[in-house]
């Protein structure tokens, strides 16, 4: 059996999930008459205290609606450098919004109010205007690092003070919010939009939710079906979304421990560099001296492990439902006879 530890996107769903797909009620959703994802859209909003949500394929189409929603063409948004929104969507903020980035330096993956006051542009004819801060927890590329929730306060009081929108890339939400012991419904205080993903830890097929107020979402319904993102019977795939929902959040605690398991053996050995703080499930870490990070994969995938060389020296492992407690145990013991 394979070990596929290259993202928690590679996760099928379960014999329930499926069983609950299968029995779902259908109907339209173009036309707001699909009642499983009306059902999914009402139960997220208000899990998150928010008053409305939006059903959609992907987590990229949630935030690049979301930005869409924010800015006007010729904005600035503020985010991370390593920001998924920024590297990772196919330059959709230009593409999609017109928009810019201003891209700061922060730590992995996350930025400090200081830095988001700093980075404000000026009243000048000059100067993009600032309109919209994107912050992302779990930030991927720093390791499932999290944010602390004071952060998001420091930081929302900023965008209170310059009238700035604030989004919250939440596709490993969920994650963050089981290790540090948070709450949904204080994102929902926080954060003017949320983007959540049911396709990762959470485990269904296809499925981002975006959150925010009535006016937000309905402006956010019109930029979907504009995107092409207007789907028909999508309740066969909300209804993962709301098993996942009422049936995979506390397990993720158990991806966590798995990936604070490996990362124990890792330290171990003399080629291995330095390895990003474990918070999550995630764990990004450096070979050195014996093995390039593409020789390392390649070696563990003889033994039908496989992970991703994310760079020249850096490797990233992702632990989800599907990476069961034997595999780390195997996983284990193929780290410590290399």
């Known amino acids: 059996m394979i070990t596929d530890l290259r993202s928690d996107t590679f996760t099928k769903p379960s014999p329930a999930m499926l069983e609950a797909m299968f029995k779902a009620p259908v109907g339209d959703d173009v036309f707001g008459e699909d009642p499983s994802v009306n059902e999914l859209e009402a139960m ?16 990229t189409m949630t935030n690049q609606i979301g930005i869409k929603c924010h800015t006007q063409p010729g904005d600035e948004v503020i985010c991370d450098k390593m920001s998924h929104v920024y590297i990772y969507e196919g330059g959709g903020i230009a593409f999609n919004s017109g928009s810019q980035v201003k891209a700061l330096e922060g730590d992995r993956g996350r930025i400090s109010a200081q830095q988001v006051l700093e ?14 801060v994107s912050l992302e927890n779990t930030a991927n590329r720093g390791g499932g690092s999290c944010y602390e929730f004071e952060d998001f306060q420091l930081i929302k009081e900023i965008c209170l003070k310059n009238s700035l929108g604030l ?51 309905k402006k956010a319904r019109r930029v979907r079906k504009v995107f092409g993102g207007g789907m028909r019977q999508a309740g066969y795939m909300a209804a993962a979304g709301i ?53 390392f994969c390649d070696r563990l995938k003889l033994d039908d492990i496989l992970c991703l060389p994310i760079s020249a020296t850096q490797v990233r492992m992702v632990f989800h439902l599907d990476v069961l407690p034997p595999m780390v145990k195997k996983l284990v013991e193929v780290i410590e006879s290399m």
């Open 44 to 59: 997220a909003a208000e899990m998150f205290g928010m008053q409305a949500a939006l059903f959609c394929p992907t987590g």
């Open 167 to 217: 989004h919250l890339d939440g596709a490993r939400l969920m994650n963050a919010i089981v290790a540090k012991g948070e709450s949904p419904l204080a994102y929902g205080e926080v954060f003017d939009s949320i983007s959540v993903c049911l396709s990762k830890g959470l485990g269904t097929p296809i499925g981002s939710v975006l959150l925010g107020k009535f006016d937000f979402i």
């Open 243 to 295: 098993y996942a929902l009422q049936n995979n959040i506390d397990r993720l605690a158990e991806d966590h421990l798995h990936a604070h398991q490996v990362a124990e053996a890792l330290l171990k050995k003399d080629f291995i560099g330095r390895i990003l703080p474990v918070e999550t499930n995630i764990i990004i870490f450096e070979v050195k001296d014996s093995y390039t990070a593409k020789e």
């Open 119 to 132: 980075a404000i542009n000026p009243e000048d004819v000059h100067k993009a205007h600032t309109s919209l």
